[in-house]
Nanobody
Framework: QLQPVESGGRVVSTGESLKLSCTAS????????IGWFRQGPGKEREGIVC????????YIDDSVDGRFAISRDASKRTVYLQMNNVQPDDSGVYFC?????????????????????WGRGTQVTVSS
């Protein structure tokens, strides 16, 4: 069983950049489906950036397209969410989620049904 752990959340100013990290039990995350989700104050949790590394498929929500990106380190043990030009509406708790390995899922989206293991979240606050 995998246990995702997020880190990197903090208070930042509008327009700044931030990079969140996700690890899972120290293992390689090669060919796993990885999702980044956000829950803003008084809102439901929603998918922001989700990539299925088992099929090279990517989903980016319109609200962050052009500003956020997902990546991995060389060992594939850490997944990152690069957040550029952050805005106040980006504030919330960010969750890393992990789905299956070597799965081809078509059509691909950020639906929670694709993900089985969830981190506790890390808080991001964007001040004006």
């Amino acid at each position: 069983q995998l246990q995702p752990v997020e880190s990197g959340g903090r208070v930042v100013s509008t327009g700044e950049s931030l990079k969140l990290s996700c690890t899972a039990s120290g293992i390689s995350l090669d060919r796993y489906a990885i999702g980044w989700f956000r829950q803003g104050p008084g809102k439901e949790r929603e998918g922001i950036v989700c990539k299925n590394y088992g099929a090279n498929m990517l989903y980016i929500d319109d609200s962050v397209d052009g500003r956020f990106a997902i990546s991995r380190d060389a060992s594939k043990r850490t997944v990152y969410l690069q957040m550029n030009n952050v805005q106040p509406d980006d504030s919330g708790v960010y969750f890393c989620a992990i789905g299956g390995q070597n799965n081809v899922i078509i059509p691909w989206d950020c639906g929670q049904r694709h993900f089985h293991f969830w981190g506790r979240g890390t808080q991001v606050t964007v001040s004006s």
